[in-house]
């Protein structure tokens, strides 16, 4: 079946710094990628939908600055969180599309901690 | 306004029993598609059912089955014969809008989720 990867898979790091996540469709090419957060007990929360070679569409209420998001490739989409804080700690999923399927694969999600 | 419900914030059964967990969607969009994911503790997204709005049949996979009930836009997930590992959070998603070649656009958007325990 349709596999997603993502990398690292914990982060812990200091305030103020930028950590980069990157989300990879292994066995099929996705021209849209989306991006979830997720706090502990509670729904998957959309950021930004990324597709290939074209800017991201963000969720309301997301920051583009802050949440950076690049899809240069077909398998490849990646998150950037930018002089992060402690309230950006949660859990980031993402999630890849496999257009000749009707469903929508995930990620095994980043957890990220900021000191 | 919600667009996707799941009343029942946690749910208990015994195993081997069946249990039913309930989802309600909102759309005037007459081309669909409906989810149902488990989240185990490790936070990967396990995709379990799909059923599409045009399908007439229910949806099943295994042990897994979509109770789908158009005109009162539930779609509610069985799983029959519960086992241990199924305890998880479960979510159900929908996703809207279908392009002319009957590939879906469009994001999910997911429900609060549902807790299902499963006791010995």
């Known amino acids: 079946g349709a596999v997603v990867s993502q990398h690292p898979s914990w982060v812990i790091c200091k305030s103020g710094t930028s950590v980069k996540i990157e989300c990879r469709s292994l066995?099929?090419?996705?021209?849209?990628m989306f991006w979830y957060r997720q706090f502990p007990k509670q729904s998957l929360m959309l950021m930004a939908t990324?597709?290939?070679?074209?800017?991201?569409?963000?969720e309301q209420g997301v920051e583009k600055d802050k949440f950076l998001i690049n899809h240069a490739s077909l398998t490849l989409s990646t998150l950037t969180v930018t002089s992060a804080h402690p309230e950006d700690s949660s859990f980031y999923i993402c999630?890849?599309?496999?257009?000749?399927?009707?469903?929508?694969?995930f990620g095994p999600g980043t957890r990220l901690l900021v000191l | 306004a919600q667009k996707i419900t799941q009343t029942q914030p946690g749910m208990f059964v015994q195993e081997k029993e069946a249990v039913t967990l309930d989802c309600t969607y909102d759309t005037s969009d007459p081309s669909y598609g409906l989810f149902w994911y488990k989240q185990p503790s490790s936070g990967e997204m396990i995709f379990l059912i799909y059923q599409g709005s045009y399908d007439q049949q229910n949806a099943t996979e295994g042990r897994y089955s979509l109770n789908f009930q158009k005109a009162r836009k539930s779609a509610n997930l069985v799983i029959s014969a519960s086992q241990l590992g199924d305890s998880a959070m479960y979510f159900c998603?929908?996703?809207?809008?279908?392009?002319?070649?009957?590939?879906?656009?469009?994001?999910?958007?997911f429900g609060q989720g549902t807790i299902l325990t499963v006791h010995p």
């Open positions: 998603a929908m996703r809207e809008g279908l392009n002319a070649g009957g590939t879906s656009y469009g994001k999910l958007t």
């Open positions: 999630s890849a599309r496999d257009w000749e399927l009707e469903t929508q694969y």
């Open positions: 066995d099929f090419q996705a021209t849209t």
């Open positions: 990324s597709n290939e070679g074209s800017k991201a569409t963000y």
